[in-house]
């Protein structure tokens, strides 16, 4: 962006023009990409719009029916703003633990830093079934986190940790830590250390160090971290159905059952645009922080 | 059309070498795609029947395309004119799908050789069934000591946070409502006793799975004793040293068909109707009943053995005499509804 404004301006000013026709030309360059996300992406969006606007299961007529019938039950709507919720809860505590871990790699020295950027990556690097299953295990009745409890004696019985929110919440914030980590890792390491010097010099505390400094400057890297961390939380389908259980009902498995186990492809398409929308509402949200913030960073 | 010299020369040598070798006979346009399900069924099929149609077509090209009955519905349907899968397996409820949206070629009963020695009740020209699968009681042995006999023990207040169901996404979760509404009282038309039953079991519910696998790993776990389980998998469990037992309630093992489908326009229609052959025949379903498969037969010539005349039934007479069907035609005009109020209703 600057780079560009920085080529035309000279066009601008002077007689010079050799190099416009050049600049002219450069969203051809785009084109491959461009063609690769109309067919494979707008495409399949629009068709999924069209079967949403369906009247019936078995598509005969066109009607705002399916939307009706979404909004008009207070069921869906709870499953709705549960998902969101998810992904609230999730996204918070990635932080709260990403945070700290990320702020603990740019103090590290390069042989600490080595071993934990393999600790954050690492996750990506198991399968997210994988993943999902080790946390079965753990959460289990028979689970580590049962068995200690219970020889510890803060427990009588086994206490139900698997298919429950708490246990599913854990278990997404583990499965999604990297995305929150390795964006604040990059906005954290870009801080100058000596802002914190010259804060502690004026007399800044540690903490008011922290509070006026760093975690400003870092807003754009939390912002970046939320967003990657929400949109992976509340669409992961895999670890909400197998943490999550049978009877917890989140937006993804919902379009799940409507298509695959019901048939009701109107219906699921539906479900799929109100909930695209609605995690597009909260990106945007998030966006909107992420602008301010830039404001407010350099103020 | 115009042909050149070097065209008419290999439909020579092709025409040539077909009558040479007849299993070549068999034109084929593509490999036949065989949807198998996922799991040990793939490697029962893989196994068994994969290589009696080798034998019998003269090792035409098959891949197996293991998946669910439901993710072969959206296949087919979404390329009706073009399938990517020649063979299909159906559950019951999928079965009337696929009839429904006539995604099914019939199988061509008369050239068949097996299909008269199938059990009449396998005996479906839209495409018949090639074995059964039965969902009865499971249960851990270790921390359950009396073996169960009834549905009703689910309900026993000594298994209180130990049992184990499927939400109804699954024919498992289905057919045990279902029965459960039968015992109750209700049936396919009146699901009302099994949700107020389900309400009653609610303490002592430890798990909704999402699915039936999920159920067979909760055992492996611990966190589940005591469930409706299907016996193929309680199988695979035992094979992995995870101490779990099959029981046959007293009201009798739900039983369902799986049923193997021509894809409508398979371009290997004549290649299917030879895979689903090799899966009726009695040397086949023999091989497939024992160890390590487990699979329940449904041709009538098949000598009932092992864990399978142990446990399900000995002969095709206490088969017959101990399974329970549903109408799953009734099941499905309802399905959408029940699964609804599933959804809202049953909360751990």
């Not at chain 2, 499927?166 to 979760?173: A, D, H, I, P, R």
């Not at chain 2, 093992?253 to 090799?278: C, D, Q, R, V």
């Amino acid at each position: 962006m600057t780079a560009a404004t920085a080529i035309t301006a000279p066009g601008l000013a002077g007689p010079a023009t050799a190099a416009r026709p050049r600049i002219g030309r450069e969203w051809t360059l785009a084109l491959p990409l461009a063609a690769f996300f109309a067919v494979f992406f707008v495409t399949p969006l629009l068709l999924l719009v069209a079967v949403s606007l369906y009247a019936d299961a078995e598509m005969t007529r066109f009607g705002l029916d399916q939307y009706i019938r979404f909004f008009g039950d207070t069921f869906n709507l709870a499953v709705l703003g549960s998902t969101l919720l998810l992904g609230v809860k999730v996204t918070a505590l990635t932080l709260l633990f990403g945070y700290p871990l990320a702020w603990l790699y740019t103090r590290s020295g390069p042989r600490m830093q080595s071993a934990l950027i393999l600790i954050i990556i690492l996750p990506l690097l198991t399968s997210v079934v994988v993943r999902t299953f080790a946390w079965i295990v753990i959460l289990g009745r028979d689970g580590i986190v049962n068995n200690l409890l219970l020889s510890l004696g803060l427990a009588e019985t086994p206490l139900r940790l698997l298919y429950t929110e708490g246990g599913l919440v854990a278990a997404l914030v583990q499965v999604q830590m990297p995305l929150m980590v390795l964006p604040l890792i990059t906005t954290l390491s870009r801080l100058d250390p000596n802002l914190l010097d010259a804060s502690a010099a004026l007399g800044a505390g540690p903490w008011r160090g922290f509070l006026k400094v760093t975690l400003p400057l870092s807003l754009p890297g939390i912002v970046a971290g939320c967003l990657l961390t929400y949109a992976a939380a509340v669409t992961a389908f895999i670890t909400q159905s197998l943490v999550g259980g049978g009877q917890m009902l989140f937006m993804p498995q919902y379009i799940y059952q409507q298509t695959i186990t019901l048939h009701n492809w109107p219906f699921a398409a539906a479900i799929s645009i109100v909930f695209m929308v609605s995690v597009l509402g909260v990106v945007m949200l998030f966006n909107l922080l992420g602008r301010a913030s830039k404001g407010y960073v350099h103020a | 059309m115009t042909f050149d010299r070097r065209q008419i020369l290999a439909a020579g040598l092709t025409l040539g070498a077909m009558s040479l070798f007849p299993g070549m006979s068999w034109a084929q346009a593509r490999k036949l795609v065989f949807a198998t399900f996922t799991g040990s069924w793939e490697e029962a099929h893989r196994d068994v029947i994969v290589p009696h149609f080798r034998k019998a077509t003269g090792n035409a090209d098959i891949a197996l395309d293991p998946m669910l009955s439901v993710d072969m519905i959206a296949k087919v349907s979404a390329a009706k004119a073009n399938p990517p899968i020649d063979v299909m397996l159906m559950d019951p409820g999928p079965r009337l799908s696929v009839i429904g949206q006539d995604l099914a070629a019939p199988f061509p009963v008369a050239d068949s050789k097996n299909y008269q020695d199938l059990l009449p009740v396998a005996q479906l020209p839209e495409g018949p069934g090639i074995f059964f699968q039965a969902v009865g009681i499971t249960y851990n042995p270790e921390k359950v000591k009396t073996p169960p006999t009834s549905w009703d023990d689910l309900w026993k207040p000594e298994y209180k946070g130990r049992v184990g169901i499927t939400n109804m996404n699954s024919t498992l979760g289905t057919a045990f409502m279902v029965e459960l509404a039968k015992t109750r009282g209700g049936g396919e038309n009146d699901i009302e006793p099994a949700f107020a039953a389900l309400k009653e079991l609610q303490p002592n519910l430890g798990a909704v799975a999402p699915n039936p696998g999920a159920l067979a790993t909760l055992f492996q776990q611990g966190q589940i004793d005591i469930s409706p389980g299907n016996f193929n998998a309680i199988q695979i469990l035992r094979a992995r040293g995870v101490p779990v037992e099959f029981a046959k309630p007293k009201t009798g093992t739900i039983a369902f068909l799986t049923t193997a489908h021509i894809t409508k326009n398979s371009p290997n229609a004549k290649l299917a109707a030879a895979l689903i052959e090799s899966a009726m025949a009695p040397e086949v379903q023999t091989k497939l009943m024992q160890a390590p498969f487990y699979v329940i037969p449904t041709n009538s010539k098949v000598q009932m053995d092992g864990d399978i005349a142990r446990m399900i039934a000995k002969d095709q007479e206490e088969l017959k005499a101990s399974f329970v069907f549903h109408d799953w035609s009734v099941i499905n005009q309802n399905r959408a509804g029940w699964i609804e109020r599933f959804n809202k209703e049953i909360k751990v």
